[in-house]
C-alpha cells in the first residue's frame, strides 16, 4: 500500500479524496472452501491463478532473467484486455470478485422489493436496481443537476459562495473548489480536529496537467468537459469556453500542489493554523459562512491540507469573474453526477480514458453501477458478501498467519543494531500495538436512517452523500471512533488490497483480498509465507518507511526517533532509491527512486520477513521440507512471489503510473525484493556474473 496513505485517509474522513493501496490498480482445487470463491476456469489464459509451475519458462535461468524463469509462459499468453489498461495475476482476482459481487447484486435487486426498510438487503438492491434502470435514466437525462445548478446561478456575493461551497461538500461528501471536514488530530488521534482542504482535481496526476508529454490528456479533456457541458444542455458556442476556463484554472492548482515525492513527508503537506490565520490565508473566502453552514465552529485551530494550493484558489476567487467561479462549480456538480446520469454522459470518458491509459473499451454497465454501489453502501454490500463468501477457516488462518510474520518482523528488530536502544524500544512497542484485523470490520456503519429509492438512482447519490457527511461533520468534540474497512478505493471488504494506516498504526486485510494468488488455502507452507505472508509483511514495513516511521504506536505525527538513527535511516535507504532510479521501465523511462521507496521498502521488508517466517517453520516442521514439483520450498517461495506480480500494460498507462503512483510496476516487484533477500541467491545457485546478482554491499538492510 502506498506511503501517502496517511493523506488519503486524511482527506478521505475530510472530505472523501482517495489513493492507492497495496496494488496498483493457485488452481481451482485451492479455492473451493465457500460458494462462488472457486475462479472460473480459463479465467487467467488458461493458467491457474494460484502459484504453478507451468507459468514458468525453465528454458530461462533464473540468475540470468528471473521474471522469465517464473512467469515466462504466463507472459507469452496474456494480453491487455481492452476494458483495462493493464494486466496481472490479480486482474483475474479482481474479474472474480466483481462476477461474485454482481451475483449478489442481481440476487439483492430481485429480493430487496420485500425487504425490511433500511436493511442491506434493501439498501444494496435498491440502490443497483435504480442504477440499472437506464430507460428511467435516459428520459431525464442531465436534468437531476439542474436544481443544483440554479442554485449556483443564484449566488451574488462572498457570503453566498462561501455557504454554497459548504453545502455542496455536504450532499457531495468532498471538496467542491476547497472543502473541510472531522478528521482524528495528526498530533493528538485522541481527538477530533477540522481540516480544511484544497478541491480534487478531475484528472488523477499533477503532471496530466503540467507534463508537454500529457498534452493529448489535456486535449482529451478539454473535450470531454466540451461535449458533457453541451449534452447538459449548455450551448455548444459557451460549452468549449467553459471548459478552456475550467481546465485553466485545475491547472494553476495543479502547479501548487505538493509533488508526490515530497507528499511523502506529511509536515510538507499539512499545516496547523489558528481560525484566524486561516480567515487570513483564505481572504477572499467567507470562511465564518462556509463553517456555519457545515456546522463547523469557527474558532480554535484547524489542518490545512495542500496550503499553497488553496492560496491559488483564493487568489483565482479575486482574479476571476464570480460567473467564471459558478461555472466551474457547475461543472464539478456535472462531473461527480456524470455516473448517475444518463448513460451516455458516461460514453462520453472513452476518449479521455484511452488518452490517460490506452484502455480501448468501457467498462459493462452493470460493473460501473456495481462500482457505485460499492463507493457509497461498502459496510452493506461488505456485510451480504462476507457472508456468502468468506469462511471462518480463512480467517482464522491468516490472523495465524499474522502472528508468525508479525514475530519475524520483531525479532529482526530485537537484533537490530543500527538503531540506538530508546528508539528500537519504541519500534518495538509500535509493532507489539499495530492493529491487524482480517476480513470485515468489528462494527458495521448503521445506514438504516438513510432513504434509498429504486427509482432515484442520483437523488441516492445525494442521500447517501449527505447522510455521510454529517456523519463525519458531527463527530467533532466527541471520542474518536474509528470507521475499518470503509475506504472504498483501499479497504471495503469487497475490495482486493491491504493496506496500512500510520495515523491509526493499523492494518485492514480485506476479505475479498483473501484469494488466489495471494492466499490459496490449500497451498503449501511456502506458498502461503511468500504470498500472503510478504503482503502481511509489507504492510507491517510500511509502519516503519520514510513515512510511517513519522507516526507513533498511537499513531500520533510525532518524531520518536533519535537524530542519529534518522541519519541512519537515509543512509540505509540510499540504495533503495539507487536500485529503483537505476531501472528502465520503458526506453528513455526510469522510475523514480524517491517516489517508490515506501513500496519497495515494503515490498523487501515483506518477502525477508516471510522467508524468515517460512525458515522457522521448516526448522521445527521437518516434515515439511519436501520438493513438490521439482522445486524446494525456498524455490517455491520465490517463484511465488514472483508469479503475484507479473503484469502488462499499455505504455500510456505505465508513464502515467510511473509520474504519479508510488507502486513500482509489477516486474520490478518481482525482481528487487528478491535481489535484497539472501535467501534467493542461495536458493537458485545465483552467482556474481549472473544478470541477477547484485553484490552484498549493495543490497538493502534496513529492517
Partial sequence: MTDRRWIHRLIALACATLGAGFLTPGDAADNTQAPGRTAPAGSNFGFPLSFDPSKMDVAVTPGQDFPRHAAGRWLDAATVPADRPYVSGVIPMVKHVEDQVADLLGDAMARSPGATRGSALQLVGDFYASGMDVAHRQSLGAEPVKPLWTRIDGIGDAAALARMIGQLGITHNGTVLLGAGVIPDLEDPTRYIVAVVDGELALPSTADYL???????????????????????????????????????????????????????????????????????????????????????????????????????NAMLAQYPLQDTRDFLKWEVLRRAVPYLSPGFMDLQAGLIKAMTGQTQMAALPQRVGAEVANLLGHPLGRLYVARYFPAHDKAEVDHLVGLIRKEFRNRLVRNTWLSPATRARAIDKLDRMRITVGYPERWIDYTSVDVRRDDYHGNLLRLNTFLGRRNLMRLGKPVAEDSFADPRHNLPTVVNAGYDGTRNAIEIPAAFLQPPFYAPKADVAVKMCTMGAVIGHEMTHGFDATGRLFDAKGAMRDWWTAIDARAFAERSRNLIAQAAAFEALPGVRLNGNLTAGENLADIGGLNFAYDALQRHLKSHPGARRVIDGFTPEQRCFLAWGQNWADKSNADFQRQTIANDPHPPGVYRMIAPAQNTNGFYAAFGIRPGDRMWRDPKDRVSIW
Fill in 211 to 313: 507534463a508537454p508529454e500529457r498534452a493529448g490528456v489535456r486535449s482529451a479533456y478539454l473535450g470531454y468537459i466540451t461535449d458533457a457541458l453541451v449534452m447538459a444542455g449548455v450551448p455548444a458556442q459557451d460549452a468549449g469556453a467553459r471548459a478552456a476556463k475550467v481546465l485553466e484554472m485545475e491547472t494553476r492548482v495543479a502547479a501548487k500542489r505538493v509533488t508526490p515525492e515530497r507528499a511523502r513527508d506529511p509536515h510538507n503537506v499539512v499545516r496547523r493554523m489558528s481560525f484566524a490565520a486561516l480567515k487570513t490565508l483564505l481572504g477572499n473566502v467567507d470562511v465564518e459562512s462556509m463553517f456555519q453552514a457545515m456546522g463547523l465552529p469557527a474558532r480554535g485551530e484547524v489542518l490545512v491540507v495542500e496550503g499553497a494550493a488553496l492560496e491559488e484558489r
